[in-house]
């Protein structure tokens, strides 16, 4: 089963889906935040610098005066505000928002620090198009305060995940994650500082996957992606640090 997004244009008859030519135009990202927007521009940044072959086409925050905005205008992005209080439902919001990505041919849509849960709706229309990046390794530690559950529960290895979205919470397939060890004197705050630091790394990388259709989906295996990154490095300093090393 392929999960390369529905907005992809078809492959000529005969022709690889990586031998296909690709318009830059077709990849067009759709950013949703709610918030600072500190993925959004290690996005921006990695596109500025030629090392992502795509463009921001549109970012859509439901908080009117979310820093990201202000972000995203700055750098020449299209933003729009469309506040979930004046929809009567979740789905109604979602609609809105699917109309505005449409309208502008996105083609992937990547969650940013967006703190709303997606209708099921929007997750069909947009079925196998849409990823979002979590702070710690899935399915461990899904949902809000993952750094703070990491503490809590004791865990020596901490880190951030990207996945696809599914109808589920932090719950679809995994593409690509990466590991922090956890320090003794770690806080939530620490940790993660530390975790999203990763975080605007994997997550363009992640997105450069997608775009290539090089991924494929084997029950929830998503395979094509290579090997996770375990931060090995990081765990020698911390071990040194320890006086284990």
Not at 62 to 87: C, E, F, Y
Not at 127 to 136: C, D, E, K, L
Not at 160 to 167: I, K, P, Q, R
């Amino acid at each position: 089963m392929s999960v390369r997004p529905r907005t992809r244009p078809p492959v000529p008859a005969g022709q690889a889906p990586g031998q296909a030519r690709r318009d830059r135009r077709d990849n067009r990202l759709g950013i949703l935040i709610s918030g600072r927007g500190s993925n959004l521009q290690a996005i921006l940044d990695r596109i500025a610098r030629g090392r992502l072959d795509a463009r921001v086409a549109l970012v859509i925050s439901n908080v009117a005066d979310a820093p990201g905005l202000t972000l995203a205008r700055r750098r020449g992005v299209k933003t729009v505000v469309i506040d979930h209080r004046q929809s009567a439902s979740r789905e109604e919001h979602d609609r809105r928002m699917a109309a505005a990505l449409e309208a502008e041919g996105v083609r992937l849509v990547c969650l940013a620090g967006y703190m709303l849960l997606l209708s099921p709706w929007f997750v069909r229309r947009f079925a196998g198009a849409i990823v979002n990046i979590h702070p710690s390794l899935l399915p461990a530690f899904p949902g809000i305060d993952a750094q703070r559950q990491a503490l809590e529960h004791g865990v020596k290895i901490a880190g951030c995940t990207v996945h696809f979205v599914n109808e589920d919470l932090d719950a679809g397939p995994i593409i690509a994650q990466e590991a922090v060890p956890v320090l003794d004197d770690d806080t939530p705050a620490t940790l993660a500082a530390r975790i999203l630091k990763l975080e605007h790394r994997l997550y363009s990388d992640a997105i450069a996957l997608v775009l290539s259709g090089r991924l494929g989906l084997e029950g929830r295996r998503v395979t094509g992606a290579g090997r996770a990154r375990t931060g090995r490095t990081g765990m020698q300093r911390a071990a040194r640090r320890s006086g284990r090393g």
